[in-house]
Nanobody
Framework: QVQLVESGGGLVQPGGSLRLSCAAS????????IGWFRQAPGKEREAVSC????????YYRDSVKGRFTISRDNAKNTVLLIMNSLKPEDTAVYYC????????????????????WGQGTRVTVSS
């Protein structure tokens, strides 16, 4: 059974950093695309960053490029989202999600492409 558990959210001042973690169980990350999505109050859920193929290719939405980094630790079966230079507009509930892929596949970083989701972790950027 695929399970994802996010952690690491919290309250941080603008310009600060947070490290979100997504612990996976029931499957091996090597064979899955993994994504971080977020939903701000009153807004649609949006893609933040994804690992889109088995080679580890990444996608970032424009507003987080240069500030956020997604990485995968296969030994720990965990995916990290390192968030630096946080802004109030980064405030949201952050979710990780996953979907099985195969060699030569590249999965678009879209909510509709991911079938398994965690419960989310809340990030608040405020002074």
């Amino acid at each position: 059974q695929v399970q994802l558990v996010e952690s690491g959210g919290g309250l941080v001042q603008p310009g600060g950093s947070l490290r979100l973690s997504c612990a996976a169980s029931g499957f091996t990350l090597d064979d899955y695309a993994i994504g971080w999505f977020r939903q701000a109050p009153g807004k649609e859920r949006e893609a933040v960053s994804c690992i889109v193929d088995t080679a580890g290719s990444t996608y970032y939405r424009d507003s987080v490029k240069g500030r956020f980094t997604i990485s995968r630790d296969n030994a720990k079966n965990t995916v990290l989202l390192i968030m630096n230079s946080l802004k109030p507009e980064d405030t949201a509930v952050y979710y990780c999600a996953t979907e099985r892929i195969y060699a030569e596949w590249e999965l678009a970083c879209l909510e509709s492409n991911f079938g398994s989701w965690g419960q989310g972790t809340r990030v608040t950027v405020s002074s």
